[in-house]
């Protein structure tokens, strides 16, 4: 396996875990599930979401993205949904909408702590 292929495996995780996450929570609150409530969980969705956010407004090509096709040798001109949309869908959306469905998403991320509030753990003291 090519080091751009383990990229793209990891670049697929991250997508998965941004985008797989806000169901999840939503359905782990619902079966009453504690590791949705986590505080260190939901604040590294919070913080990914935040970066694709955050890089999309700005411009910049995901820097996964970028080494992944200097690897490949390929001109790096779309960012990684808008190429992979492209190859599944047929279809190449304008960046802005990706980055207004990015915004839209964050959003809601963000108000998913009001609706199902992560719990700060506290840790356990021993007694001697």
Do not use: N
């Amino acid at each position: 396996m090519q080091l751009a292929d383990i990229i793209l495996a990891i670049h697929f995780l991250f997508v998965l875990f941004v985008v797989g996450s806000l169901p999840l929570i939503w359905i782990g609150a619902w079966l009453h599930l504690k590791f949705v409530r986590s505080l260190v969980f939901r604040l590294t969705h919070l913080a990914a979401i935040l970066f694709v956010v955050g890089e999309s407004l700005i411009g910049i090509i995901c820097p996964l993205t970028r080494w992944e096709y200097e690897l490949r040798g390929i001109e790096a001109e779309r960012s990684f949904i808008q190429y992979w949309l492209h190859r599944m869908l047929y279809y190449d959306f304008p960046e802005g909408v990706l980055t207004a469905s990015y915004v839209v998403f964050a959003f809601l991320v963000v108000i998913t702590f009001k609706f199902v509030p992560p719990v700060i753990f506290r840790k356990f003291k021993f007694k001697r």
